[in-house]
């Protein structure tokens, strides 16, 4: 998901269509096996675990799966070596962009995604290079339909939240890492659905980017995300309303 609001907004329906096609699932698994393996199986021990089964079940995804995911990240099933990395750089215009990957061939993977950068005039840059552009939140994201900003300020601010953001026909509620859990939990009890629910890269700062670059910087969003390893794309761009109306 991007840093930019308007954008975010398109990301989360086009996560509709990812969850029709099953890709959802697929990234949903890697994650778990990845966290089972760095912290072990147990949901109520292991915080990114735990986190990873609760957006594994808001999808639906059949328990057998979740099961099977967690045994073999903690090897009590065979399964493929699966590496987590961030990968950092710069798209056109200069936003900074961080790229998750979960991978069973590290080689062909950053040929890939260099190369993705490279076609949309950008390039991937060293460890650390833009990390510190963002910070690492709870990021929950709300139809603004399902409730007013008033009644998810007051239950969000007591669950531990640091902040509402308006994010166009979307609430997104930022909270600290520890708070992820509380919020969200405080959020479903009171009967209002979520978009999404995840531990994210939130930009500190948005960059303004328009006309050829806003172009190029969304083909190249648009190619990450569709890439089978790369599990959550994070930029700092930001696009005017005209310039994304005209892009679609």
């Known amino acids: 998901m991007s840093g930019?609001?308007?954008?975010?907004?398109i990301k989360h329906k086009k996560a509709a269509t990812d969850a029709k096609r099953g890709k959802i699932f697929t990234r949903l698994i890697k994650e778990i096996m990845i966290a089972a393996r760095g912290g072990g199986g147990d949901p109520d021990g292991n915080p990114r675990?735990?986190?990873?089964v609760l957006a594994a079940k808001a999808v639906s995804m059949p328990a057998d799966n979740i099961k099977?995911?967690?045994?073999?990240?903690?090897?009590?099933?065979?399964?493929?070596?699966?590496?987590?990395?961030m990968y950092e750089g710069y798209g056109p215009g200069g936003a900074a962009v961080l790229v998750n990957v979960a991978t069973d061939n590290k080689n062909r993977t950053v040929s890939e995604i260099?190369?993705?950068?490279g076609k949309q005039g950008g390039n991937l840059g060293e460890q650390g290079s833009v990390a510190w552009m963002f910070d690492?939140?709870?990021q929950i994201v709300i139809d603004k339909e399902k409730v007013s900003e008033d009644t998810l300020m007051?239950?969000?601010?007591?669950?531990?939240?640091?902040?509402?953001?308006?994010?166009?026909?979307?609430?997104?509620?930022?909270?600290?890492?520890?708070?992820?859990?509380?919020?969200?939990?405080?959020?479903?009890?009171?009967?209002?659905?979520?978009?999404?629910?995840?531990?994210?890269?939130?930009?500190?700062?948005?960059?303004?980017?328009?006309?050829?670059?806003?172009?190029?910087?969304?083909?190249?969003?648009?190619?990450?995300?569709?890439?089978?390893?790369?599990?959550?794309?994070y930029s700092n761009f930001e696009i005017d309303e005209a310039d994304m109306e005209a892009l679609g």
């Open 4 to 9: 930019h609001s308007k954008w975010a907004t």
């Open 49 to 52: 675990l735990r986190t990873a």
């Open 68 to 85: 099977r995911a967690i045994m073999r990240g903690t090897g009590e099933l065979e399964g493929g070596q699966i590496d987590e990395i």
């Open 114 to 117: 260099r190369h993705m950068f």
């Open 136 to 138: 690492r939140k709870s």
């Open 154 to 233: 007051g239950i969000a601010l007591d669950a531990g939240a640091d902040d509402l953001k308006d994010a166009d026909t979307h609430w997104e509620v930022i909270s600290p890492v520890e708070a992820h859990e509380a919020v969200l939990n405080a959020i479903t009890a009171a009967g209002i659905p979520n978009e999404s629910a995840e531990v994210a890269m939130v930009p500190k700062n948005l960059l303004k980017i328009e006309g050829k670059h806003a172009a190029a910087m969304m083909r190249l969003n648009d190619a990450l995300e569709e890439h089978d390893d790369v599990q959550s794309v």
